[in-house]
């Protein structure tokens, strides 16, 4: 079989374990405390998509509106979003990141890098070097996944 007909069963083993071990270990080395999946998923839509309102995140990630606002109740608790009338229609409520969210991802980033830097360090120049070819594609991928991904893709059950 071709190898672009291949099942592609290994790479998704793989880019799971490799995303439970980043996911997972990574913020206790950043000193951050985790946060549940849900928050999790609609953190990382406001910062990507800051002044959202809760029906937009609501579609971003799949979510029922009502465990979205939950879940941003919890992150405003957390001193991570906050929610503002809009400037322009004032019965419209835009999520926002704050200062301490933008402060933990670049943390968490900065952790990712150092950690995945030194395990990279310790690879074969051929496997370095397959790695950064295969980014391109590793972004097709996820942008491929997430235009295939709608409110019945992620479940927040």
Sequence with gaps: MP??????????????????????????RAGIEPVPRTELSVLKEVLEHPGAT??????????HQPNVSAAIRRLEARDLVRSGRSDTDRRVNRISPTERAFAEQTS??????GSLGEAF???????????????????????ALRDRSGPSACRDD
Excluded: Y
């Design 108 to 113: 968490i980033i900065e952790t990712w890098m």
């Design 54 to 63: 809760v029906g937009e995140l609501s579609r971003i990630v799949g979510m």
């Design 121 to 143: 360090a310790t690879l074969p120049d051929a496997q370095r070097a397959a790695l950064t070819d295969a980014l391109g594609g590793l972004q097709a991928l996820d942008d």
């Design 3 to 28: 190898h672009a007909e291949r099942p592609p069963a290994e790479l998704a083993a793989v880019l799971r374990s490799l995303a439970w071990t980043v996911h997972n270990g990574i913020p206790d």
